[in-house]
């Protein structure tokens, strides 16, 4: 017997109503088979199908009892002052201080080629088809997106999505037509919220 860890691409589903699954996962499908689906809530007959029939990976977790390490905790009373301190610290350090590292590609990520980063990336052109690019910290992307980009940092600038790529900030799939082509926009998230603002 061998066993071995893996670390892998994760989307969390609660399916509340059939209809507006559906809709988002056919709208989705490509980008969601590049990840395994923990998916719980009322799993229809129809919605069932849908997904045997696409061929992604997923598990039915409604009677798991998983802890998600992604949830926040309220900082106690007496500890706030405390961590209020800490952050206003932080916020003072130089910002060359801060990013001692960052990786700066000048070309064009090419089909197949899959990067995965925890420093910041600024990338001066197109990201191709079949392309994936995974970067913990914040990204900066001088052309357009056609493969599939993922960003959990502070914020992320491109300039545009094809109808091809996709990109994913924060956990969330960003809507290709909420965002313009050959424009540089800044795309954060406030309060759970995702921002796209054109950079001016």
Do not use: W
């Not at 998600?68 to 130089?94: S, V």
């Amino acid at each position: 017997m061998k066993v071995t860890q893996k670390n892998i691409r994760v989307f969390h589903i609660s399916i509340d109503e059939e209809a507006l699954f559906l809709e988002y996962f056919r709208k989705n499908s490509i980008l969601l088979k590049e990840f395994f689906l923990l998916i719980e809530g009322n799993i229809t007959k129809s919605i069932a199908f849908v997904l045997e029939q696409s061929g992604v990976c997923y598990k039915d977790i409604t009677s798991c009892s998983l802890r998600f390490g992604a949830i926040k905790k309220d900082i106690p009373a007496d500890m706030k002052e405390l961590h209020t301190e800490q952050h206003e610290k932080k916020e003072e350090k130089p910002l060359v201080e801060q990013n001692k590292k960052l990786r700066i590609l000048d070309r064009t990520i090419r089909s197949g080629e899959e990067i995965y980063e925890t420093v910041p990336i600024t990338i001066f052109g197109r990201v191709n088809s079949g392309a994936k690019i995974f970067c913990e910290e914040s990204m900066n992307i001088y052309g357009i997106v056609d493969g599939l980009v993922e960003c959990d940092g502070e914020y992320l600038i491109i300039s545009g999505i094809s109808p091809r790529g996709n990109v994913i900030f924060k956990g969330e799939i960003i809507d290709k037509e909420s965002v313009k082509l050959n424009v540089l926009q800044k795309i954060t998230m406030r309060d759970s919220v995702i921002e796209i603002k054109e950079m001016v």
